[in-house]
């Protein structure tokens, strides 16, 4: 008959996995990946249904470009919690740095679903489909990021950059406009900007030769 520990022993085993887990983060974070895998490894036998341990050992993987090993702990998490935004996060770094980026942005894709708010995913997006010359589902999360976070820049800015990619030169005169008024000094923008401003020309130039 299965003894099952009580609930003092439960919560004793709970604490001992939250310390462990947020040590090998915090060993993960400044680079020893020796602690931070034991720490991993002993948060994941006490808690064998949690999906954070195996996170954890797939970056540790991932930073020392052990893509298999990676990519195997990325899965079990997965598995453990078929919507750990993180862990679909990981396998689509896993599988860009093989050159599968169509895998990377179904995955990138799946954690933004769960995960609207991950600016890792959606940068991982946002250079996945400059490798595949496809735009209009990174477009779509990058509004929705820009609606939760007014005046990221930085988001701005490749947001301005595909707006221009698919001859949406208007949006991307607006966005870099604003994007100027908050660092008037922002040189890739004004760069963006004099881009747009030439294309704008081009074809107010074409339609008045139509007419």
Do not use: W
């Not at 179904?106 to 489909?129: I, P, R, W």
């Not at 100027?180 to 107010?204: I, Q, Y």
């Amino acid at each position: 008959m299965e003894i099952k520990p009580s609930t003092a022993e439960q919560h004793t085993l709970l604490v001992q996995y939250e310390v462990l887990q947020g040590l090998g983060n915090c060993y993960s974070c400044v680079g020893n990946s020796t602690q931070a895998e034991q720490c991993y490894e002993k948060a994941a036998s006490l808690g064998p249904d949690e999906p954070e341990p195996y996170v954890g050992l797939g970056i540790v993987a991932l930073q020392e470009n052990r893509l298999e090993d990676a990519e195997i702990a990325f899965r079990v998490a997965c598995r453990l919690d078929s919507n750990c935004a993180k862990a679909y996060a990981g396998q689509a770094m896993v599988a860009k740095q093989k050159g599968n980026y169509e895998q990377a942005f179904e995955m990138y894709l799946k954690c933004l679903e769960l995960d609207t708010d991950n600016l890792t995913a959606l940068l991982g997006l946002f250079q996945t489909s400059c490798h595949m010359n496809s735009f209009e589902k990174v477009i779509h999360y990058l509004e929705v990021y820009l609606d939760m976070h007014p005046g990221d820049d930085s988001v701005m800015l490749s947001l301005a950059a595909l707006y221009i990619k698919e001859s949406h030169f208007e949006q991307s005169r607006k966005m870099l406009l604003d994007i100027l008024t908050l660092d008037p000094d922002k040189k890739d923008a004004v760069d963006l900007l004099e881009e747009v401003e030439h294309n704008l020309t081009h074809l107010r130039l074409a339609k008045a030769e139509i007419k």
